[in-house]
């Protein structure tokens, strides 16, 4: 499976807002200072013509580029994890017992992945011992021999698993 995405953008709402957030703290960050020098005396003030205070004014619409571009590629790092888990859980809740959650190597969540694989593991282990158990309840049945001792072993693997809240 190849495990690359091709778009940075996979979660925008998500995404936006966490850029919108950097790109705000930038602009206030570099505004301050930008006040600071101009507003306080000191030996190294800004005093600026109107050529510098637009050169200024265009480092300034770069680096909120820059910074816009950089938080949608960190972000990109938990968004597009999370997209990967949901639609993994999505296949398992589809039937898919083989579905497992792989992350590339610098995303976030690895832990997470790991764990939820795990528990996936242990879910299609329990899921075979069932239908181990239903394929021995059957072939009794079908052979005419008593199958009670069959199935009282369904039922122990059955009970292994929680099916409504009030369990």
Avoid: C
């Amino acid at each position: 499976m190849d495990n690359r995405r091709q778009q940075i953008v996979i979660n925008k709402k998500f995404q936006f807002q966490y850029a919108i957030v950097v790109v705000a703290m930038t602009i206030f960050l570099t505004n301050l200072v930008i006040i600071f020098q101009s507003l306080f005396p000191s030996d190294g003030a800004l005093e600026m013509s109107s050529t510098q205070a637009w050169a200024i004014g265009l480092i300034e619409l770069m680096l909120v580029i820059g910074v816009w571009y950089g938080s949608l590629k960190s972000s990109h790092k938990v968004a597009g994890p999370l997209f990967v888990i949901t639609r993994q859980l999505k296949a398992v809740g589809a039937g898919d017992l083989w579905a497992r959650i792989s992350l590339r190597e610098r995303d976030m969540f690895q832990e997470e992945a790991a764990a939820i694989n795990e528990s996936l593991d242990q879910l299609g282990a329990r899921v075979e011992a069932v239908q181990v158990a239903a394929e021995t309840v059957r072939q009794a049945q079908a052979s005419g021999k008593d199958a009670s001792a069959q199935m009282e072993k369904l039922f122990i693997e059955l009970a292994t698993l929680r099916l409504s809240k009030e369990d």
